[in-house]
């Protein structure tokens, strides 16, 4: 199974910070790969999907790159509607797997 | 727009069994791959079945396999989780979620608000 390795666990940060959260898979998953956001109570949303397309809605301060074992997912100027969990997922592989998570939450 | 309900989330014994249904409108059902995702209390999220449109491939965690059975119904638009032998390690959010069509490989796009599955004495 492909293992998702997120990092940091938690990222503090201020409204208007940038925000850079990594991904990096145990073995190289062309750019099958997509970021998800999730508030408390409520349903995982898909935030980017094959590393870089921005999916249906989401806002332009949110941008996906990298290719391979490594991702990023910046965000460029944090909105206080931003501070949650983000987790990546790969779709390279069958079992499909997600990273852990990262939260980023108010400083 | 695109709705996914589930229902038959409940209290189950270890050992016991549940069924989830998803309810699916507002586009193609049956044109698009499906998925059951569930998230542990305070956990992560994890891909638990996959069905594609039109049964070509169905695919397991190894951690359900031979317990859980994934199914759908496409002249209801319906999309089903038979949930076996339950384990306390089973107790989850489980969401409906949906997959790919052959025109997008736009994979998990839509959640639905998930149903929580207890396994307890």
């Known amino acids: 199974d492909i293992v998702l390795t997120q990092s940091p666990a938690t990222l503090s940060l201020s409204p208007g910070e940038r925000a850079t959260l990594s991904c990096r898979a145990s073995?190289?998953?062309?750019?099958?790969l997509a970021w998800y956001q999730q508030k408390p109570g409520q349903a995982p949303r898909l935030l980017i999907y094959d590393t870089a397309n921005r999916a249906t809605g989401i806002p332009a301060r949110f941008s996906g790159s990298g290719s391979g074992t490594d991702f990023t997912l910046t965000i460029t100027s944090l909105e206080p509607e931003d501070f949650a969990v983000y987790y990546c997922q790969q779709r390279d592989n069958w079992p499909r797997t997600f990273g852990q998570g990262t939260k980023v939450e108010i400083k | 727009e695109v709705q996914l309900v589930e229902s038959g989330g409940g209290l189950v014994k270890p050992g016991g069994s549940l069924r989830l249904s998803c309810e699916a409108s507002?586009?193609?059902?049956?044109?698009?791959?499906m998925n059951w995702v569930r998230q542990a209390p305070g956990k992560g999220l994890e891909w638990v079945a996959s069905i594609s449109s039109s049964y070509t491939y169905i695919f397991y965690v190894d951690s359900v396999r031979g317990r859980f059975t994934i199914s759908r119904d496409n002249s209801n638009n319906s999309l089903f989780l038979q949930m076996n032998s339950l384990r306390v390690e089973d107790t989850a959010v489980y969401y409906c979620v949906r997959g790919i069509t052959a025109s997008s490989r736009v994979e998990f796009d839509y959640w639905g608000q998930g149903a929580l599955v207890t396994v307890s004495s």
């Open positions: 507002g586009f193609a059902f049956n044109s698009y791959s």
């Open positions: 073995q190289s998953i062309s750019t099958s």
